[in-house]
């Protein structure tokens, strides 16, 4: 063998930290498939021989630029905006834009990465990518929040396009901001195309794209625990998060006859053993999205107990659902998980779960469905709505629910096929990274070195 002479696993990620200096978050997320793929392929030379992990490790490119505003007082302020364009090969760039002081380089880059992976698994045609900013919309009028938007689209639209790359919302950037985004676009390029998704639906956006996330992370562990043998109706759910990905998780929890008796923000996780049922989720989803409250008002309005600083991983539940954001649970809390008795694990946010700890819950045989593949419900309605804005439409959402569902379950069966071991246990984890692999690096071979 010449250039393409096969590394081992330690040896890869030694030249991808030398390469990517102090990105930890997306050394992890790369470790996390290669650590999949490098068996998957070790009796596989043509994708050795394309040097593929290598290729898809590698940003296709990285945009980063100043955004300057004006906030209310009239100050100038300055702050950093960036897209990460991952891969390609299968679609446009599809990914979210994150407003967020914690936003870097190295969590867009993981975040762009797992984005690949997580859009092949939908089966739809959408590449991977990711973007955002360290701007804090919390706190900021409306007004700072609209100057801020159009001075980071002003820049950003020489970058995308409906069929080139199409952003959404994420962490800090939800119907507001999108709407602030999509009309700097419309004014900078006088064109109406769908180059944003997560849209209001007056202006092209898509029956339950808020719902799709939080849903689709219930359907996989659903759909886990029936592969187990097992329902979710009557099983207790521990929730982190209280944005959209939370509260529609334990919307759709209650649908299926389980109880939710936790959430959180960034200041401290209720515990309400008597459940969050519909009326109290109308509660938190007002208090949550109109007042921009906190948490432990909900505590103080329903006798809930409140816990400053703390996540919700030592009560004791059946499953788990962390919705909140990368890292929430740590070795630590997994093995407080696993001795409480936890069954199954599905994530809503990208990447809740330390390295260590996701060994530690297939090693113990908890049912684990990794965000690539539980939070894939999102970004799939929102390969429905390109698909509706390019023909000028809009399905009913009795349609897009069955067509969710439908994805959800497809996902479900992909993790399933490359996942299952001699023991009959499913290591959704290897599962989802090979089954997304596969139809990204095929594509990628299709094409030649490029």
């Known amino acids: 063998m010449a250039v393409s002479d096969h590394v081992?696993?330690?040896?890869?990620?030694?030249?991808?930290?030398?390469?990517?200096?102090?990105?930890?978050?997306?050394h992890q997320a790369v470790y996390e498939v290669a650590a999949n793929v490098f068996d998957y392929i070790a009796d596989?030379?043509?994708y050795h021989e394309a040097q593929i992990l290598r290729r898809i490790a590698e940003p296709d490119?990285?945009?980063?630029?100043?955004?300057?505003?004006?906030?209310?007082?009239?100050?100038?302020?300055?702050?950093?905006?960036?897209?990460?364009?991952?891969?390609?090969s299968i679609g446009p760039y599809k990914g979210g834009l994150r407003f967020h002081p914690t936003v870097n380089q190295s969590i867009l880059k993981f975040l762009a990465f797992e984005q690949t992976f997580k859009n092949s698994l939908t089966g739809l045609p959408m590449g991977g990518g990711k973007g955002g900013s360290d701007f804090n919309p919390r706190g900021k009028s409306d007004n700072e929040v609209m100057r801020f938007c159009q001075s980071f689209m002003t820049e950003l639209h020489r970058h995308v396009g409906e069929d080139i790359d199409v952003p959404a919302g994420d962490i800090g950037v939800g119907a507001r901001e999108i709407?602030?985004?999509?009309?700097?676009?419309?004014r900078l390029t006088n064109r109406f195309t769908g180059v944003l998704t997560g849209k209001g639906r007056e202006f092209g956006g898509s029956p339950i794209r808020t719902e799709a996330t939080g849903y689709g992370t219930v359907y996989m562990l659903q759909d886990?625990?029936?592969?187990?043998g097992q329902e979710l109706e009557g099983k207790t759910c521990l929730v982190s998060g209280s944005g959209n990905v939370a509260t529609y998780a334990i919307e759709q929890v209650n649908m299926q006859g389980g109880k939710v008796i936790t959430f959180s923000d960034s200041s401290g996780f209720v515990h309400?053993?008597?459940?969050v049922d519909a009326e109290r989720l109308a509660y938190l989803i007002d208090l949550k999205t109109n007042r921009r409250g906190r948490v432990e008002d909900y505590a103080t309005e329903f006798g809930a107990e409140f816990h400053a600083g703390q996540r919700p991983w030592g009560v004791v539940a059946d499953v788990a659902l962390p919705c909140a954001t990368q890292n929430e649970i740590s070795q630590a809390e997994a093995r407080t998980l696993i001795a409480n008795g936890i069954q199954a694990v599905s994530e809503g946010a990208n990447m809740p779960t330390e390295q260590e700890g996701i060994h530690d819950f297939i090693e113990a045989k908890v049912l684990f469905g990794p965000s690539k593949a539980a939070n894939a419900g999102g970004v799939a309605i929102s390969g429905l709505e390109m698909s509706q804005n390019s023909a000028r439409i809009t399905w009913k959402e009795e349609e897009l629910q069955t067509l969710l569902r439908g994805i959800m379950g497809d996902i479900h069966e992909r993790c399933v096929e490359y996942g299952r071991t001699d023991d009959g246990y499913i290591d959704y984890v290897k599962g989802a990274n090979i089954a997304g692999f596969i139809k990204v690096a095929d594509a990628m071979i299709a094409y030649g070195v490029v």
Not at 63 to 82: A, E, K, L, M, T
Not at 272 to 275: A, L, T
């Open 8 to 26: 081992g696993l330690d040896q890869f990620m030694e030249g991808l930290k030398r390469r990517n200096p102090g990105e930890t978050e997306f």
């Open 61 to 88: 490119r990285i945009v980063s630029f100043r955004v300057c505003w004006q906030d209310d007082s009239g100050n100038i302020r300055v702050n950093r905006g960036y897209r990460v364009q991952n891969n390609n």
């Open 224 to 228: 886990m625990l029936r592969q187990a």
């Open 44 to 46: 596989k030379e043509i």
């Open 272 to 275: 309400d053993p008597h459940g």
């Open 179 to 186: 709407g602030y985004l999509f009309g700097q676009w419309k």
